[in-house]
């Protein structure tokens, strides 16, 4: 007998993350008010969890969670492949460094209405002033507002859009998919804040990109 599909898919591509956190991802999904989805995990080839804390915790929610693993070639790619294996309607995305709150999907499956995709502001933790700010796409030197800015793990619509579009590595893939997307599908971006979006310490995403970009000028 042939088993039920998935209305979202979650992909989680993870690279040398704290067990800490992916923990919390991980059960920020698991926790959702909205049950009907997988999760899919790409391991990009991580190289620090040598007692294999994530495999371990996987295989407890087998029902849930599928894992893949394969060398490192980056976060583009590692969701791509997710993208391919998905199995669900709708197709979203989670940083491993992120969480979401309970309601998330729910807020996502209730707010997209004729949409295909939609992006949203999230909820931003952060320790200063400076951390609400990234370097502009289109010029560097400038500084604009993450609410400005469209955030690759709120993304969320049919699979059908993300399989045809799919993404490219670079500095603001995200709203590179985006802008793609909108040229041949209905977006639109909302403002749920339920996805919780850490930048409040040095070695999230987005920091990384926000200090490979600034470096160029220094």
């Known amino acids: ?3 039920s599909k998935p209305s979202v898919s979650v992909l989680m591509a993870v690279y040398n993350t704290d067990f800490v956190l992916l923990k919390r ?3 920020s999904v698991l926790q959702q008010t909205f049950q009907d989805y997988e999760l899919l995990i790409i391991d990009d080839g991580s190289t620090n969890d040598e007692q294999n804390l994530l495999l371990d915790y996987v295989k407890k929610h087998e029902d849930k969670i599928t894992y ?4 490192n070639c980056g976060q583009a790619r590692s969701i791509n492949l997710g993208i391919y294996n998905s199995t669900g309607t709708y197709i979203t995305i989670l940083d491993g460094d992120d969480e979401y709150k309970p309601n998330h999907l729910l807020a996502c499956i209730d707010s997209i209405g004729t949409s ?3 992006a949203s502001n999230a909820y ?3 320790d200063t002033e400076d951390d609400y700010y990234v370097p502009d796409r289109f010029d560097n030197y ?3 507002h993450l609410d400005e800015c469209i955030l690759f793990a709120t993304l969320f619509g049919k699979k059908e859009v993300f399989a045809d579009i799919q993404f490219k590595d670079g500095y603001a893939a995200d709203a590179d998919f985006y802008e793609r997307a909108g040229q041949k599908y209905t977006v639109n971006k909302l403002d749920l804040r339920t996805y919780v979006y850490y930048r409040n310490y040095e070695d999230s995403t987005c920091d990384k990109l926000k200090k490979a970009v600034l470096s160029t000028f220094s």
């Open 25 to 27: 991802a991980i059960d």
């Open 142 to 144: 400038q500084m604009i």
């Open 116 to 118: 295909d995709l939609i």
């Open 124 to 126: 931003i933790i952060v």
């Open 1 to 3: 007998m042939e088993m």
């Open 68 to 71: 893949f693993r394969h060398k």
